[in-house]
């Protein structure tokens, strides 16, 4: 298996389990956990890779997420 899609795969499986528990820790939705994902300027730096940012654990990630765009989950 190549690079590409190893790090491709790894980014799915984290986004999955990130929107699990922004759904979970919320009492969101899934598809209401996805639109706060997707529409973040995280999911932006994770897609892109930028500082590493996709290999922190994704519990951490959620937590910068409510931190850093609370107005996502209002």
Known sequence: MDE???EQTYQENLE???IAYIAEQSGFSLEKAMNVYYHSKLADKIHQGTEGIQY???K???DILRDTEA???Q
């Open 4 to 6: 590409t899609i190893l």
């Open 16 to 18: 999955e389990r990130l």
């Open 56 to 58: 922190l654990d994704y």
């Open 60 to 62: 951490v990630l959620a």
């Open 71 to 73: 107005e996502l989950f």
